[in-house]
């Protein structure tokens, strides 16, 4: 099938402000990825067209971008999905996550995301293992407690599809208070009260609205939105 | 000209997966050390690692470090040094336990214990059948492993420079000086003055047309390295893993058919009884994947075209292992717990729903099992003797220890990367506390910044890609599952005239300094293509059948003539000088494998 995809661009060393780029990519496959289509172009027609990707498969999370209006991992999205069923072409806008600055075309700088999740402790904090040498012991059932909100790649679909973190940027978001889930829902984990405080701050989870962004962008179909309200939900019984 | 700028530490780790953050725990406690990266560390690929990590733990069943070793020998085809297996099967155990304590979320036993699964090729050495050593994480235990030691090198206060790309090693005789690294926002070049330099970049599947490897995968440590003087050792030995998905490589966990799935063919046959009675689908991948391949040259692939079915279809796991007279049973829940990540992939990818479909899969380049020589620490050998370069170390895929020998088990590399990323940290640590900081020589950039402006300004008119589908096709096609001299030559052949091109005629768009990734490929097809030729080289010289290295034309394995490494150099003048190093062996003598 054919292609057209319209790309937003930014080079700063040549563009005083972004602009779009226009291509038709011919004989693609429905099973081929955004990714896939951004690579012919990049490799086929021009090499500055600038993108992060690694695995290709959906667990890296190097290529989250905004794909016709909506935060994806370009990768993960198939052609197929976005065009129009029976239909052999297909349209396609692709454009850099929001709330972070843009280094170049689909390149931002994830340093701001990467500085929230660093705020919320996340790591492991427990020192005192088990006098027999061995693991510590945590049943099924406490393990499946935070099972979820261990799938997380970082890749910041979520943060950057939350218009609490458009409004503003020290809001610590969906994917850091995701990190902290999954340590406070842990039954070997002891510095819940720490990671509480920061994501009980002005700054934290009550700045969530419960739009859902979050859980709709989620490649890694984590109910992040949920998450968030569980973390409330300790925060305001003050018990795990 | 470009900004250079200069920064000193003990030691500088290269490549921020398992190898690199599990040695960088480990250094970072006494010596001042940089991670260098070129992606995000939580981007490295020990995170697509699925099915689990193997360790003698003996959860649910009876097991022991020693037929955990026996399994590695037997996986290996004898080529793995048998010291050198038995320090990583013995080490294996605590290591796992340390990782459970860092926080790694293991799926658990009623018992609360680590949960284990079969994995191919791990054995009960007394019965022959299959154990459970497998400990792992829902199906993403590389995720786990690699969020957990990113998280605990924060916890640690560890310094990463992330996305810099490093280009050269600085080496002066038998020592090492640092690297040279770009900064990839500015492209900026930056000198890493340090004592020591230690190299965990993982592997090079993307020599190959289909893989289960990232983008990413380049080999840049390895290749680096090589053009260093280091010889690469055992190249000939890539693994091709039996399951990734049609036509896109990507990995389909072992733990499925640990979980009972089986393959199946275009007779609907279980055709793994036929070539491995004993263990059938959980045989080592080398065994798995000649079947799959045989099966589709007897025109058995699904609708004779060249895959076949994994099929993890309740009714058929429950009715081999009521045949197997095993009581254990399972349902879709339990796929959807165990497996969930590949239920997605099949989902996502093929459209294909495991629960009520078998999926389609031909085997796909996995695992390099040679590599950057090393010992037990992580030291890099100068030579096929016994000689080190000094400061000089590398871990995980880049290395070759060598534990993996001509085939390696599943869940080994995972262990391998913790092992020995911890071994090579703490060794690299304390040779910081005695070493001296050598000085740079003069201009110790100059010769990679010359390399990346003729690629800058290169005009020849040939894109990287025309060359690198040509590779990844001549690779699949001449050195690939099934080998003869003749294909082996034709590769030679290709490679040569590709790299003659890549040095004449390459030519990119982008010719800015800020996120250059069109600059940057084009280098790392360099290396991809070193890597290549490497490997088709050792291959050719190779006449025997060992483990993943199958040659049509001599079938049987050799060892009077080829029990041995094989090392490989690149001379000045580019061509390449093979040599060998005797295996070390053990407690196990090489013995005809039968699984």
């Given at each position: 099938?054919?292609?057209?995809?319209?790309i937003?661009?930014?080079?700063?060393?040549?563009?005083?402000?972004?602009?779009?780029?226009?291509?038709?990519?011919?004989?693609?496959?429905?099973?081929?990825?955004v990714l896939?289509?951004l690579h012919?172009?990049k490799?086929?027609?021009?090499?500055?067209l600038t993108l992060r990707r690694s695995c290709a498969?959906g667990v890296c999370g190097s290529d989250a971008m905004r794909?016709?209006?909506?935060?994806m991992l370009a990768c993960k999205?198939?052609?197929?999905?976005?065009?129009?069923?029976?239909?052999?072409?297909?349209?396609?806008?692709v454009e850099p996550i929001?709330?972070l600055?843009v280094i170049k075309d689909l390149v931002v700088d994830m340093d701001?995301f990467f500085?929230?999740?660093?705020?919320?402790?996340?790591?492991?904090?427990?020192?005192?293992?088990?006098?027999?040498?061995?693991?510590?012991?945590?049943?099924?059932?406490?393990?499946?407690?935070?099972?979820?909100?261990?799938?997380?790649i970082l890749c910041a679909a979520?943060?950057t599809?939350?218009?609490?973190?458009?409004?503003?940027?020290?809001?610590?978001?969906?994917?850091?208070?995701?990190?902290?889930?999954?340590?406070?829902?842990?039954?070997?984990?002891?510095?819940?009260?720490?990671?509480?405080?920061?994501?009980?701050?002005?700054?934290?989870?009550?700045?969530?609205?419960?739009?859902?962004?979050?859980?709709?962008?989620?490649?890694?179909?984590?109910?992040?939105?949920?998450?968030?309200?569980?973390?409330?939900?300790?925060?305001?019984?003050?018990?795990? | 000209?470009?900004?250079?700028?200069?920064?000193?530490?003990?030691?500088?780790?290269?490549?921020?997966?398992?190898?690199?953050?599990?040695?960088?725990?480990?250094?970072?406690?006494?010596?001042?050390?940089?991670?260098?990266s070129k992606l995000y560390p939580t981007r490295s690929?020990?995170?697509?690692?699925?099915?689990?990590?193997?360790?003698?733990?003996?959860?649910?069943?009876?097991?022991?470090?020693?037929?955990?070793?026996?399994?590695?020998?037997?996986?290996?085809?004898?080529?793995?040094?048998?010291?050198?297996?038995?320090?990583?099967?013995?080490?294996?155990?605590?290591?796992?336990?340390?990782?459970?304590?860092?926080?790694?979320?293991?799926?658990?036993?009623?018992?609360?214990?680590?949960?284990?699964?079969?994995?191919?090729?791990?054995?009960?050495?007394?019965?022959?059948?299959?154990?459970?050593?497998?400990?792992?994480?829902?199906?993403?235990?590389?995720?786990?492993?690699?969020?957990?030691?990113?998280?605990?090198?924060?916890?640690?206060?560890?310094?990463?420079?992330d996305e810099y790309h490093?280009?050269?090693?600085?080496?002066?005789?038998?020592?090492?000086?640092?690297?040279?690294?770009?900064?990839i926002a500015?492209?900026?070049?930056?000198?890493?003055?340090?004592?020591?330099?230690?190299?965990?970049?993982?592997?090079?599947?993307?020599?190959?047309?289909?893989?289960?490897?990232a983008h990413s995968?380049?080999?840049?440590?390895?290749?680096?390295?090589?053009?260093?003087?280091?010889?690469?050792?055992?190249?000939?030995?890539?693994?091709?893993?039996?399951?990734?998905?049609?036509?896109?490589?990507?990995?389909?966990?072992?733990?499925?058919?640990?979980?009972?799935?089986?393959?199946?063919?275009?007779?609907?046959?279980?055709?793994?009884?036929?070539?491995?009675?004993?263990?059938?689908?959980?045989?080592?991948?080398?065994?798995?994947?000649?079947?799959?391949?045989?099966?589709?040259?007897?025109?058995?692939?699904?609708?004779?075209?060249?895959?076949?079915?994994?099929?993890?279809?309740?009714?058929?796991?429950?009715?081999?292992?009521?045949?197997?007279?095993?009581?254990?049973?399972?349902?879709?829940?339990?796929?959807?717990?165990?497996?969930?990540?590949?239920?997605?992939?099949?989902?996502?990818?093929?459209?294909?729903?495991?629960?009520?479909?078998?999926?389609?899969?031909?085997?796909?380049?996995?695992?390099?099992?040679?590599?950057?020589?090393?010992?037990?620490?992580?030291?890099?050998?100068?030579?096929?003797?016994?000689?080190?370069?000094?400061?000089?170390?590398?871990?995980?895929?880049?290395?070759?220890?060598?534990?993996?020998?001509?085939?390696?088990?599943?869940?080994?590399?995972?262990?391998?990367?913790?092992?020995?990323?911890?071994?090579?940290?703490?060794?690299?640590?304390?040779?910081?506390?005695?070493?001296?900081?050598?000085?740079?020589?003069?201009?110790?950039?100059?010769?990679?910044?010359?390399?990346?402006?003729?690629?800058?300004?290169?005009?020849?008119?040939?894109?990287?890609?025309?060359?690198?589908?040509?590779?990844?096709?001549?690779?699949?096609?001449?050195?690939?599952?099934?080998?003869?001299?003749?294909?082996?030559?034709?590769?030679?052949?290709?490679?040569?005239?590709?790299?003659?091109?890549?040095?004449?005629?390459?030519?990119?768009?982008?010719?800015?300094?800020r996120f250059n990734t069109d600059?940057l490929e084009?280098?790392?097809?360099?290396?991809?293509?070193?890597?290549?030729?490497?490997?088709?080289?050792?291959?050719?010289?190779?006449?025997?059948?060992?483990?993943?290295?199958?040659?049509?034309?001599?079938?049987?394995?050799?060892?009077?003539?080829?029990?041995?490494?094989?090392?490989?150099?690149?001379?000045?003048?580019?061509?390449?000088?093979?040599?060998?190093?005797?295996?070390?062996?053990?407690?196990?003598?090489?013995?005809?494998?039968?699984?």
């Open positions: 099938m054919q292609v057209h995809i319209r937003r661009r930014f080079n700063p060393e040549t563009d005083n402000k972004p602009r779009w780029g226009e291509y038709t990519v011919n004989d693609v496959n429905p099973t081929d990825s896939d289509v012919r172009v490799w086929e027609q021009d090499g500055t498969h794909i016709n209006g909506a935060n999205t198939l052609v197929s999905r976005i065009a129009k069923p029976g239909s052999d072409q297909a349209k396609i806008q929001l709330g600055r701001p500085d929230h999740y660093r705020s919320v402790l996340p790591y492991f904090v427990n020192d005192n293992v088990p006098a027999d040498g061995r693991e510590f012991r945590q049943s099924p059932e406490d393990r499946a407690r935070f099972d979820d909100t261990t799938k997380c979520c943060t599809s939350c218009p609490s973190f458009w409004a503003n940027e020290k809001y610590v978001g969906p994917a850091a208070i995701v990190q902290a889930h999954r340590f406070i829902f842990d039954s070997r984990d002891q510095a819940a009260e720490e990671r509480l405080k920061v994501v009980g701050d002005s700054f934290g989870v009550w700045r969530c609205r419960t739009n859902f962004n979050c859980t709709n962008a989620c490649p890694r179909e984590i109910e992040v939105t949920k998450a968030i309200a569980e973390v409330k939900g300790v925060l305001a019984r003050g018990k795990i | 000209m470009a900004e250079l700028k200069t920064h000193t530490f003990d030691a500088v780790i290269v490549g921020a997966g398992g190898a690199g953050l599990m040695a960088a725990l480990y250094a970072s406690k006494s010596a001042n050390v940089a991670v260098i690929h020990t995170g697509a690692a699925q099915g689990g990590v193997g360790a003698a733990l003996g959860n649910a069943e009876e097991d022991k470090w020693e037929w955990h070793a026996y399994d590695t020998v037997k996986g290996s085809d004898y080529l793995a040094d048998q010291d050198a297996v038995d320090v990583m099967c013995k080490d294996a155990i605590d290591t796992i336990i340390e990782l459970e304590h860092m926080g790694l979320p293991f799926d658990r036993f009623p018992s609360g214990k680590i949960s284990q699964r079969r994995f191919g090729g791990h054995t009960n050495n007394e019965t022959g059948k299959p154990v459970q050593r497998a400990c792992h994480a829902a199906d993403r235990t590389g995720h786990m492993i690699l969020q957990t030691l990113y998280q605990q090198c924060i916890k640690h206060d560890v310094n990463f420079f490093v280009v050269d090693l600085i080496r002066v005789d038998d020592t090492v000086r640092g690297i040279v690294a770009i900064e500015t492209g900026d070049y930056h000198i890493f003055h340090a004592k020591a330099v230690l190299f965990a970049t993982g592997g090079w599947g993307r020599c190959w047309e289909v893989t289960s490897n995968l380049t080999g840049d440590g390895t290749a680096v390295c090589l053009r260093r003087g280091v010889p690469l050792e055992d190249m000939e030995f890539f693994q091709f893993h039996p399951t990734g998905i049609f036509r896109l490589g990507i990995l389909i966990t072992e733990g499925v058919r640990g979980e009972g799935g089986v393959l199946i063919n275009n007779e609907g046959e279980r055709f793994m009884e036929r070539y491995a009675p004993s263990i059938k689908d959980l045989a080592s991948r080398d065994v798995v994947s000649r079947a799959i391949y045989l099966e589709i040259q007897a025109g058995r692939g699904i609708n004779g075209k060249n895959y076949v079915h994994l099929d993890v279809r309740p009714e058929t796991v429950n009715y081999y292992l009521e045949q197997a007279g095993e009581s254990r049973r399972i349902d879709r829940e339990y796929i959807e717990s165990k497996l969930p990540d590949i239920a997605d992939f099949t989902r996502t990818y093929l459209g294909v729903d495991p629960v009520s479909e078998p999926m389609p899969i031909q085997p796909t380049a996995h695992y390099a099992m040679g590599g950057i020589p090393t010992d037990v620490d992580g030291r890099v050998r100068a030579n096929e003797a016994d000689g080190i370069v000094q400061g000089l170390y590398a871990a995980g895929e880049a290395a070759c220890v060598s534990v993996h020998g001509a085939n390696r088990l599943g869940t080994n590399s995972l262990l391998d990367l913790v092992v020995f990323g911890k071994r090579s940290g703490m060794h690299m640590a304390a040779y910081c506390q005695k070493a001296e900081l050598l000085p740079l020589p003069e201009n110790p950039a100059a010769e990679v910044m010359a390399e990346f402006e003729r690629i800058r300004n290169g005009s020849g008119g040939i894109k990287s890609t025309d060359l690198r589908t040509r590779m990844q096709k001549s690779m699949t096609k001449n050195v690939g599952v099934f080998r003869t001299a003749e294909l082996i030559q034709e590769a030679v052949n290709d490679l040569k005239e590709l790299r003659e091109q890549y040095d004449r005629n390459i030519q990119i768009d982008d010719k800015g300094k600059l084009a280098w790392e097809l360099g290396c991809l293509l070193e890597l290549a030729e490497v490997t088709a080289v050792s291959a050719l010289a190779r006449t025997e059948s060992r483990g993943g290295h199958a040659r049509e034309d001599f079938p049987k394995r050799d060892d009077v003539n080829w029990l041995k490494h094989t090392f490989c150099y690149r001379e000045a003048d580019g061509q390449y000088r093979l040599a060998y190093r005797p295996v070390t062996l053990g407690r196990y003598e090489p013995k005809e494998r039968v699984y």
